[in-house]
Each structure stands twice: as C-alpha cells, then as structure tokens.
C-alpha cells in the first residue's frame, strides 16, 4: 500500500488548514495538530456487556481500520480480497475508514468503493469514520497509521496487524521512520503477505504472526506467445516510490542498452515523460489492469526490483509466460528462487551483465519461463484466504479464554 503518497496528501491538507497568522504576516504550520493521534491516549474500553451479547454469535465480526484509497490503490485491493473470502466463509466484516479528509459520510464511501474495487463482497460494512467503530471480536489494522486507532480501541477481544510491507522503510530514518515502527511494539498479532515481514514480527518485535503467499487474477493473467522477434524488456518504473528503485533501474538500463543495441525498454507504472533516456523505449505510464499481461508477455525480461517487500507483479509476470527479473534478498526470496525468475543484486552493471546473458541464451530463458508458469500456476487465494481465515479464529480463540478467565 502506498501509505507515503496517502499521508503526504493528508499532511499538505492538513496543516494547510491549521496555518496561523502571526501579527507580522508569517505563517505558522500546526505540526502538534497533524500529528496527535500518536499521542493521542483517547480510549474505547472493553465492554463486557457488549460482549456477553455477542458471546454466541453464530459469526464473528471483525473491524477493519483503513487509510483513505485512491482509484487502483493495490494495497486495498489486496485487503479487500481477503476481507470478502472471510466474508464468503462466515465471517462479518466491517470496514472503517480512518483520517479521511475525503470520504465524509458513509454513502459517498459505499458508492466509490462499489465503483473502484468491485471485488469486496457487498455484504460488508462500510463506514467513513473509525469514531464510530463498535464492538467486535477482532479489530485489524491494515496500515501503521491505523494501528494507532487500534492501539485505544480495546472493545475487541483479538487485535491484528494485517502487513503488506515494512513501512518504517518508507521514510528516511527520522521521525516518521520511528512512528511507523513503534506500531510493531503495540503487542497486536501480525497477519503478513510473506515470511519475510512474518520473520521481522516475530524475531525482531516478539509478535505472534502468521503469513500468507501471493497468487493472481486467473482470468486477467495467463500465459500469451510473444509476437515480435524485437528484443524487448519491461521496467516497472515508479520514480514516486523510492523503494522500487527507479534509479537503479534506469541506470541498468541504460548499461543494457550499450550492450544489446536493438533492445527496446517498455516503461509502465508512471509517466517517465519528464526524464531524459537516452535510448530506445516506450513510456506506458499508468495501464489499465486488463492491458497489463499482454504487455508482460510481450517482453522477454520484465524488471521489477524492491528494497522492501515485493509486489504481485513477479508472479503476474511468470502468469503471462513471461520472466520476471527481481533482486535479491529475503524481502524477495519467500516468492521467488533461481528456478522460476532471475534473480539480481542491487548493482546496475551486474544487473545489465545478468539480463544481457539471459537474452542471449535461449535455452535458459526457456527453462526459467516453463518454470515460472508452472509456480504460478500452482498459487490459489483460495488457499491463501484459508491462512488468513485460520490466523484470525486462531487469535480470537486463544484471546477470548484471557476474558473468560477474567471471572
């Protein structure tokens, strides 16, 4: 989730609007304002009648605590994918919305998610403001921001953190870096997309967690022949979202392109309009969904690097009969391994090197992209819904004999 592009929207909004005027003219921004829900200590206690009501649901009700999306955000998708199998599968969800300065009552909410992300299920709960959360078994958080809500909402039995990337790592080492990553210290149980971010809960902050995999839209990925003799490379370029590498990647690139000088670079995920590359390429921006993997199956090499969690995008590429080219580490190797993508070091000259030998040895390309359909195609969210399902009436469970030993 691109939780930085969201609270930098909110932080501009939001002490613009706390701007004061000095008797000689000179603006005052209202920092303590923007950022007190860190200090905020305004509790929702438990209340033990509301759960004697509850006690013998037949479904438990879960609270999940969001940031404000915009339209394609993929973190949302993702967590609403598994709020809706929960919801297939007997348990009641609730969404809420938390510091929206957008989204101000529960209709316009309801009419923007039913339009932009069809795939949560329409019987859930949506509701603008996480003020007016209620009592459920389990309340999640699903961004760092929002594990500050859920740290003074105790009307709960189970608190979870549901975790898509490590997102102290989306700030330089200051002050954002330290609120994000006091969150992991606040005792809820981890849910985390991959072993990485599960290995970081439990041995470095002493979480329980448990993990869930990837897998894809079956109907929008699959794999496709490649039409075209030219030798060509995707590049998942996002110069907003530092941690994708953009410099990096281009500098790569650029060294590819020295070396194989037919090659054409296909560029999507931002405009790279703005930026001088010096060599053959394609600017695609921002695509639809629906366009991506034909794109993907166009290309020999797709590059999609990450110094933190990855994304959906390498298996989409093994999907679409294509190779994704990815960097090394554990924030990566929980997905993927030598056998089904290319596996790089954060070194453009050895990433150049890497891809050159690929694109020249027929034989292996063949191997890895055979390989890299049958991983994908051997991924299910079904089976990865069960994990998250188990994870949350595992926690409740275990969470409620606390209570019930209360007396």
């Not at 706390?18 to 905020?40: C, M, Y």
């Not at 981890?190 to 967690?209: H, R, S, V």
Request: hydrophobic content about 35%; aromatic content about 14%; proline content about 2%.
């Amino acid at each position: 989730m691109d939780i930085k592009r969201i609270m930098r929207s909110l932080k501009t909004r939001g002490l613009r609007g706390s701007i004061q005027r000095v008797k000689n003219g000179a603006p005052k921004t209202g920092t303590i304002d923007f950022w007190e829900f860190i200090t905020d200590q305004t509790k929702t206690e438990f209340n033990k009648s509301e759960y004697e009501a509850h006690k013998n649901d037949e479904k438990y009700i879960l609270n999940w605590v969001i940031p404000e999306m915009g339209v394609g955000s993929g973190g949302h998708l993702n967590i609403f994918r598994f709020i809706s199998y929960l919801e297939r599968h007997g348990i009641h969800n609730r969404v809420y919305l938390y510091r929206s300065a957008r989204f101000l009552n529960d209709e316009y909410l309801t009419e923007f998610i039913r339009k932009h992300f069809s795939i949560l299920d329409e019987n859930v709960e949506l509701i603008h403001d996480a003020k007016l959360m209620k009592f459920a078994h389990g309340t999640v958080a699903t961004s760092w921001d929002t594990a500050y809500c859920v740290r003074n909402f105790n009307n709960t039995i189970s608190k979870f953190y549901f975790i898509q990337d490590f997102e102290p790592y989306f700030y330089a080492h200051g002050s954002e870096y330290e609120f994000a990553e006091q969150t992991y210290k606040f005792g809820f149980r981890g849910i985390t997309a991959g072993d990485w971010l599960k290995d970081i809960c439990i041995n470095e902050y002493g979480m329980k967690a448990d993990s869930f995999s990837f897998s894809y839209d079956k109907d929008l990925y699959y794999p496709r022949e490649k039409k075209e003799s030219t030798k060509k490379v995707f590049f998942y370029a996002r110069p907003v979202t530092p941690r994708r590498d953009f410099e990096l990647g281009l500098l790569a690139l650029n060294e590819l392109a020295k070396k194989e000088k037919d090659i054409e670079v296909i560029f999507a995920g931002w405009d790279v309009s703005t930026y001088e590359i010096p060599f053959k390429h394609q600017n695609r921006g921002i695509m639809k969904i629906e366009d991506l993997s034909e794109l993907y199956a166009s290309c020999d090499l797709c590059l999609v690097i990450s110094n933190t969690n990855l994304s959906l995008l390498p298996l989409e590429v093994m999907a679409s009969g294509s190779i994704a080219v990815c960097s090394k580490g554990a924030n990566s190797e929980w997905l993927v391994n030598e056998e089904n993508s290319v596996l790089v070091d954060y070194d453009p000259i050895q990433i150049a090197d890497t891809m050159y030998e690929y694109l020249n040895n027929q034989e292996k390309m063949d191997s890895i992209r055979k390989k890299g359909i049958e991983f994908a195609q051997n991924t299910s969210w079904d089976v990865e819904g069960a994990k998250v399902y188990n994870a949350i009436v595992k926690g409740i469970k275990e969470d409620e004999k606390c209570i019930n030993n209360w007396g």
